[in-house]
């Protein structure tokens, strides 16, 4: 311990030195630590979207797959659409316990908040067991369902009546949806066959959600309704999560890369700082020598000025990656192709000590050579003639 | 207890006999010490005095175990130290020599006591009687919590004079001791030099003052590694 209150009242000597030092550790830090959470963020996030759907299969239209999953994900406009007839062929496969056929629109009215609809049926709550409802299903086809984010916008509470912007059609609020903390906060859902006529698309879905009777036969289930139709996109919801992942990871590698460059970097700062140091304090250390502090009592004295800076580090960078979460999400947000909703960078207690730990470890490492030269300062350097 | 027994026994603290400090500079050989035999009693007071290059720090190196002779033999309270080992020489230095610098070598951000507490950290014991016993014998109670910055260098000095005995050496090395003070200050630091001789401490003091050298018992003048000159100013009983 008094190699460490030693070596703090060292650091102290050169406070600006010593902050540039501990700064350039501690954005390293954060921003791994930054990388580290919104990975595991992203992941739980993902996971817990494609949980909310309900669904071990989802059928799109043809295209870009995994487009068409984003726009299910988190709604949307797509301009494909898939013939209403198809959800009888995929409910008559004997694979598919529950299938919920959807259509969705999205208006953007100017300078007001986008609108996100999904037309369904009592199917799709056979997918969504834990849906709360505030009211009642849809009394008629001009009725609709509020999630509790739009509810909360536009004031409305159930017998409400609530205006489609650029639509022209009122419709009554039969229910509010309790808080499910997914995508489905955010839209306004309504019977089907209601939402087809408002888009003007008729017998058009854009998505089927099924349930398998078997989740072990997902696979197999794939497979059959890939032989039944052709005009459509088949996928199991674990392929579509390991896809997201794969793409991910392959971000991962890049910027690990950055990051551990940037720890190499900052490291060597660590100990080219310290490694300044000690040749600063050569007659001192000399000094102590001669008073008797031994090679392993100099060496100590440096190595535990080292770790407390990057120890410092660590601490300032998990502190500067919590405090500036928000904004590094927006920015690794802006720069990836899909995001879940929700916060991806929390706090999380393994991931801190993770980067204490390795902050630990970058001072033990860049400290060994200064502490190293330390030692091996002669006493007789202290006693030179000036 | 050998070592003090040893001491007792000659009676001499220092015993160097016909010390050799060898170099090489190129093709050169340069005798920085040549021969020199020089002793020290408990209590004595003993100015090196000499031009640059003359040896002095030379000798202090060798007498204060920082540097290992050519040839010859230096025992330290009856000990023969130039078969020592690094780590043995270390702990030596701990337990019997106290060091004294021109330039006080005192940590910036540490205070008075910190500072004189040092020596007792490396040597791993806690004896706070002896930190608070020297601050008062060097006068500095009221300067106890003030760091090196806030003292004259008279008081630096007094705070490394302070630091130099913390660990109770048998002698003290001073190297240009009064070399950055004040010719008043001189005085009060040589009062001290006095003080600590006449409980029995010996004390080596390296130096161009010529003030401050005729305050010894004793002083051994060099010259080419040699020692030129030697006159007694106080005899001890």
Redesign the interface.
């Known amino acids: 311990m008094?190699w460490f209150i030693?070596g703090f009242?060292?650091l102290?000597?050169r406070p600006t030195r010593t902050v540039l030092t501990v700064l350039g550790v501690a954005i390293a830090i954060a921003v791994l630590y930054s990388l580290f959470e919104f990975q595991q963020g992203y992941q739980s996030r993902l996971k817990g979207e494609l949980g909310a759907l309900g669904a071990h299969v989802m059928v799109v239209p043809k295209g870009c797959p995994y487009e068409a999953a984003t726009i299910a994900l988190h709604g949307g406009k797509w301009p494909r659409y898939m013939d209403e007839s198809l959800l009888d062929k995929v409910k008559a496969n004997p694979g598919v316990a529950e299938a919920a056929g959807v259509i969705m629109d999205a208006v953007f009215p100017p300078g007001g908040q986008s609108v996100i609809m999904l037309g369904i049926d009592e199917d799709y709550m056979k997918l969504r067991p834990a849906w709360k409802l505030r009211g009642s299903w849809f009394t008629s086809d001009s009725s609709i369902i509020l999630g509790p984010s739009v509810a909360e916008d536009s004031k409305l509470e159930p017998g409400d009546l609530w205006t489609l912007p650029e639509k022209n059609e009122t419709l009554r609020v039969s229910a509010v949806l309790g808080r499910t903390n997914t995508q489905d906060d955010g839209f306004v859902f309504m019977p089907r066959r209601t939402l087809q006529r408002i888009s003007g698309l008729e017998g058009k879905l854009v998505l089927i959600l099924i349930k398998a009777m078997k989740v072990d036969q997902t696979d197999a289930l794939v497979a059959s309704l890939k032989a039944d139709e052709v005009d459509m996109n088949v996928f199991p919801l674990s392929e579509l999560l390991g896809t997201i992942s794969a793409l991910m990871a392959s971000t991962r590698v890049f910027v690990s890369a950055i990051i551990l460059i940037a720890i190499i970097l900052g490291g060597v700062g660590v100990l080219n700082t310290v490694l300044m140091a000690v040749f600063e304090r050569t007659?001192?250390i000399g000094?102590?020598?001669?008073?008797?502090?031994?090679?392993s009592?100099m060496f100590k004295l440096v190595w535990a000025e080292t770790m407390l800076t990057t120890l410092l580090g660590g601490l300032v960078g998990v502190g500067l990656a919590v405090v500036s979460s928000r904004l590094v999400e927006a920015i690794i947000r802006g720069m990836i192709p899909y995001a879940p909703k929700g916060s991806l960078i929390g706090f999380s207690l393994p991931t801190m000590l993770f980067c204490i730990g390795l902050s630990l470890l970058l001072g033990l490492l860049a400290g060994f050579y200064p502490a190293f030269r330390a030692a091996s300062i002669?006493?007789?350097e202290?006693?030179?003639?000036? | 207890m050998a070592d003090n027994q040893a001491a007792t026994t000659n009676g001499k603290l220092l015993d160097v006999t016909d010390l050799w400090r060898t170099y090489r500079r190129g093709s050169e050989t340069i005798h920085a010490l040549a021969g020199v035999n020089l002793s020290l009693r408990p209590g004595e007071m003993v100015s090196i005095v000499g031009r640059s290059g003359s040896g002095k720090t030379t000798l202090l190196n060798q007498v204060g175990c920082l540097d290992k002779p050519s040839r010859g033999s230096l025992k330290i309270s009856g000990i023969e130290v130039t078969g020592l080992k690094e780590q043995e020489l270390v702990r030596f230095r701990r337990n019997h020599i106290g060091f004294i610098f021109q330039l006080f070598y005192l940590i910036p951000t540490l205070t008075v006591e910190e500072n004189i507490r040092l020596p007792l950290v490396f040597a791993r014991k806690k004896d706070e009687q002896r930190v608070t016993e020297l601050i008062e014998r060097v006068g500095l109670e009221k300067a106890r919590k003030a760091l090196p910055r806030q003292l004259d260098g008279g008081d630096m000095q007094r705070v490394a004079i302070a630091r130099a005995l913390v660990n109770r050496p048998k002698f003290l090395l001073a190297d240009e001791p009064t070399g950055r003070l004040e010719k008043n200050t001189c005085a009060a630091i040589c009062r001290i030099f006095h003080e600590l001789a006449a409980d029995g401490l010996g004390v080596i003091i390296a130096t161009h003052d010529p003030v401050l050298a005729r305050e010894a018992d004793r002083i051994v003048e060099f010259s080419d590694g040699r020692i030129a000159r030697e006159e007694i100013l106080k005899e001890r009983q």
């Open positions: 008094i030693l009242k060292n102290i000597r007659r001192e000094m102590m020598k001669a008073m008797g502090g031994s090679r009592d002669k006493p007789i202290a006693i030179k003639t000036e």
